[in-house]
């Protein structure tokens, strides 16, 4: 076994997972899995910039994630970073807090790469077939999604990938563009602002079509906290449960039904949902929508539901190159 430690900086969020992986197997076992709400991507689609404040918030995490990796053992250390850290003029300034703490220098990847890594996470363990028989079979090619806070990944392939496109429809990127005003979330927003909103996914939906066959896929996998927390919401959950959420599979009405609730309902009445994540509420209306407007294009009547992402791609490659 090699030991491993992953962590993944999203514009939202930033995530450790500490692993054993297989070497002759590529099985990874989990030693532990933790998620912190740090918001690094405040307000870098305005200005350009990472604000004091939500760096400190994600060097605290780091902090935190430091003693984890040492009381663990583990023999590599990977760091991406991805979106919020991509855009920001001020970079330099996150990788250099984040070497002092963690002693590895945060690689901010390409899109593609974000890609490569949530596909490998997401895929590893599907077992390929023809849909429906036994409950185990997933038709390839894939289409993994994965919706973060600033961007959204589409890759498509079989047993590796074969066209990606990364293009900014995050569920942070979409709440900041479209539902703020005056510094603080419409509750709940205007018909014409979530008429803009679905415009500027749309959009963004033919980039990402140009570049990857979205409609030839078989089998779409959906990534990340929006798409677990519309999950949860849709099997009425009474509080968020990993087992129950992964490889679930939610249909197109279902992501609608839950759609259509999240964006007409006040902050108050998100935040009462017992499976959702507080640092999820003024987001996840904005990031079920990007979901629901994927399904319409390709026409895909479910979505098969991964725990499983960048965070485990990233352990496996990081495993690859430790032994």
């Known amino acids: 076994m090699t030991r491993v430690a992953a962590v993944d900086c999203g514009t939202n969020s930033i995530r450790l997972l500490v692993a054993d992986v297989d070497p002759a197997t590529g099985e990874l076992t989990d030693l532990e899995r933790r998620m912190t709400i740090v918001r690094l991507g405040q307000g870098v689609d305005r200005t ?11 060097f605290a995490a780091c902090r935190e994630y430091a003693a984890v990796i040492e009381k663990h053992g583990a023999e590599r250390v990977r760091f991406v970073a991805t979106s ?69 990944e589409f890759v498509v392939g079989g047993d590796r990938v074969s066209a990606a496109r990364s293009v900014d429809i995050g569920c942070v990127r979409m709440t900041e563009r479209h539902l703020v005003v005056d510094g603080a979330v419409t509750d709940p927003p205007t018909e014409e602002r979530i008429r803009a909103m679905r415009a500027d996914i749309e959009a963004a939906l033919d980039l990402a079509e140009q570049a990857v066959p979205l409609r ?25 449960d990993s087992e129950a959420i992964h490889h679930s599979r939610v249909t197109r009405d279902r992501v609608r039904e839950v759609t259509e609730r999240l964006l007409r309902s006040t902050h108050a009445e998100r935040a009462a949902i017992g499976s959702l994540h507080p640092g999820r509420v003024d987001v996840i209306g904005a990031g079920a929508l990007v979901l629901l407007a994927i399904m319409e294009r390709v026409d895909a009547q479910e979505v098969v539901v991964s725990e499983h992402d960048i965070l485990d791609g990233i352990a496996h490659y990081a495993a690859s190159e430790a032994r």
């Open 216 to 240: 030839e896929a078989r089998t779409l996998v959906g990534l990340a906290g929006s798409v677990t927390t519309v999950s949860a919401i849709a099997q009425d959950l009474p509080a968020y």
């Open 84 to 152: 919020a850290s991509r855009d920001a003029e001020n970079r330099e300034e996150f990788v250099r807090g984040v070497v002092d703490i963690l002693g590895v220098e945060p690689e901010v990847i390409s899109g593609d790469q974000e890609a490569e890594f949530s596909f490998t996470g997401a895929t590893k363990e599907l077992t390929g077939g023809t849909a429906g028989t036994g409950g185990t079979g997933f038709a390839k090619p894939y289409l993994v999604v994965d919706i973060g806070g600033g961007s959204t």
């Open 48 to 58: 350009g910039r990472l604000a004091p404040e939500a760096l400190e918030r994600t």
